[in-house]
């Protein structure tokens, strides 16, 4: 079964950076389309970036655009999510999902698998 692992979450300051993972397991990787989502309390979960299979195309959310950069590795079944210039407004529960069933890339009901979550806190 296809099987999503999320970590590189943390505590860290604004300004500060951070890298996710996200490792896939259960499938073809280089044919799914990887995308991250984020929920912070109280909220609802939220697109933040994805990333084609071949990771030739790419979309941001604008909140993170230019601070936040998705990329993939094919040759190891993991997606990356590089966060720059962090913000107490991006302390959030990171998700990766993919099985995209929709065009919409941004719509998290249009994905399958997701993984468990991990946690970022930015501290002010």
């Known amino acids: 079964q296809v099987q999503l692992a999320e970590s590189g979450g943390g505590l860290v300051q604004a300004g500060g950076s951070l890298r996710l993972s996200c490792v896939a397991s259960?499938?073809?990787?280089?044919?799914?389309?990887m995308g991250w989502f984020r929920q912070a309390p109280g909220k609802e979960r939220e697109f933040v970036a994805y990333v084609s299979g071949s990771g030739g195309t790419t979309y941001y959310a604008d909140s993170v655009k230019g601070r936040f950069t998705i990329t993939r590795d094919n040759a190891k079944n993991t997606v990356y999510l590089q966060m720059n210039s962090l913000k107490p407004e991006d302390t959030a529960v990171y998700y990766c999902?993919?099985?995209?069933?929709?065009?919409?890339?941004?719509?998290?009901?249009?994905?399958?698998?997701w993984g468990q979550g991990t946690q970022v806190t930015v501290s002010s």
């Open positions: 259960g499938l073809t990787f280089s044919n799914y389309g």
């Open positions: 999902a993919t099985g995209r069933t929709r065009p919409n890339v941004i719509s998290s009901g249009g994905y399958t698998y």
